[in-house]
């Protein structure tokens, strides 16, 4: 049999970064690499109750579910995203197969091949994979520490003529930046000015340090004028907040969209696993997440503060980043001469690994940029990986310096 | 905000049909209409004690999970397709949400857009709605009872040279029909010399009717020379002989067809629920799913001659059916002058459901045709459904007559 692929496996392609990031796998390598939140806060305890408590219920809860997903979640989670002032109701909301599977069913129902979709720079890598094998045209936006460059994105609207634009503004992956309030009032007045939609990826917007009195920043959503008619899609998940294997993303947005949506996932699987989204009901019905959600904070803004101690103690030269105001990455860029692509292969040979910034453009890769995970090691572990990146970087310089 | 749908969302409009039977939700109406399988046989129990020793294996197991899906779930279902001659080892299987993902991910690594791809005539109405949804030219090949006309495949295949056959050849929905070891063979001879992928759906493939004597039908993956290099990508699911509500299906076949599989579907999802798989996999370690599934191939079977017996018995002049030798459904043919999509509305105001043939032909519907499901109604139910229905009839043939 001679297979004849569609041209879509192109996009699909596995990247020189993924093949070098196969070697870390079974070997002792300290991994920075990885996007994964740390097992240690997950709930297991109050999840395995959950799931007891969906069984009380009797055989039916195996049955097929709506393609919309369990409503009762539905109204658990419209309540939970009304205290940050995202007023959805159950039938602006679709729960999906994590956020990814979001980002896939608008880009099926918004999107036509040749469409052009503007996004950060740098922006999350599988949204773009999402987006090429749907032969739009991607095109990013200039960003600062700010957020979007405001200008930028009116001048790339006028000469694109976007449907689209995909954004993550708080606590990005890769960058870690949180945008100002400017620049969502201002980026959501230009969307909406010239009729172009956003969609905002938020799975980390609930990771948000300083406690108590730690900054704030509305999502691009609340700042919009009700699900109905937005030019906002939000998206998020339970994955960072509770834990992945539930695999519980949610889209909401205006009701004709959604629709649509919802017809394009009953295409794609018909609906998500009703297990995890009955056990994740009676978890929000049982369990205090938002206190669940306050250790997270504490727990990772510890871990990013002795990352970022580190850098500060190592003071290698040229080297910069932004103190993450939350999430789960730093973004290092490294000087000009440092192709981090190349500083990966002797990484791994010093056993730490990194994902090179490569990964994350949609266009024009700064090759001197890299994203560091601080969730998912260990304290000691955290110091022996910053000695051994040292030892790649120094390698790196005395090679260069031949 | 004017949004700008893609010109996919014009494939998953929702159909007269749809319409019609959203208006039996919430009435006391009795539905051989759906194609859900029994609660009643559920293993509830099983899968709850599955669940909990899940959470025995401590937190991580709530952590991302691979795209492949979770492999010693993998090795499980590899050893039970064995018992069938399925030979597929981990590597040549993806896990899916239910076998819906598999068709929709083929669907994209395989087609595009124009490509043509032959059915059954009738066949299953979501596979016709994922490749519309790709903007494939969908063709119908004739069909007996005994499976896909040989002759007029081969003259299709000739005039439209198609790039994928679909087909259900095992129980099949909505006919419920079996193909006969001749038809299996020979599509698999003709596609293979024509260099055309078959994809085998087959989540009935289980439900065999007539006991330890019965006759067994085997798969066309299991007649072609293993899984490398096939010609045939094989897909079933957990939904219909354990629960839909985990949402677990999988396609085996060629590596190098599923490892593109699984890239697309790493785009579309990054993975399903392993909390589903590896409760799947508990439960497979730990009961016994063949004796399970001989217990509701006894349940459905006796319901199957239940309607058959109810059909027999009330004698309607012109209406025939073939007898299924397992799945789920009784496919039945209405005199020429009946159109099901008008007797189901009479057939609602009697309140009986059932679904309209016209929903599975991808072209040129038999309006004559009604599919009827004999799994999910109670003995005296099925009794009183059978009187409305006739009751329905009898107004309809008034109605003609005048």
Known sequence: MNYRFSDTIESFKSSAVREILKLTQGRSI?????????????PTEAVKEAFARVFEQGPQVLQYGLTEG?????ERISQHLARKGIQAGVDQMLLTTGSQQAIDLLTRVYIDPGDVILVERPTYLAAIQVFQSRKARIVSVECDADGMNLEDLERKIRQYA???VYVIPTFSNPSGKAWSLERRQGTLSICKRNNVLI?????????????????????????????????VLYTSTFSKIVAPALRTGWIVGDKEVIMHMTRAKQAADLHS???????????????DLNAHIDLIRREYEARMRQMISLLQAKNWEGVKWIEPKGGMFVWVEMPQHIDTQELLKLAVEEEVA???????????????????NFTHTSADDMVLAFDRLGRALERMEQALAK
């Open 30 to 42: 300290i991994s920075l690499a990885g996007g994964l939140p740390n097992e240690q806060y997950f």
């Open 70 to 74: 369990y409503t009762p979640l539905r």
């Open 162 to 164: 976007p449907k689209l």
């Open 199 to 231: 969609l905002e990826d938020d799975p980390y917007g609930e990771l948000r340090f300083g406690g108590e009195n730690g900054e704030t920043f509305p999502s691009l959503f609340s700042l919009d004028e009700g699900a109905d008619g937005s030019a």
């Open 273 to 287: 696993s009703s297990m995890d989204q009955q056990a994740l009901y009676q978890l929000m019905a049982h369990f």
């Open 354 to 372: 990194f994902v090179p910034g490569i990964s994350f453009y949609a266009d024009e890769p700064q090759k001197n940029t890299m994203r560091l």
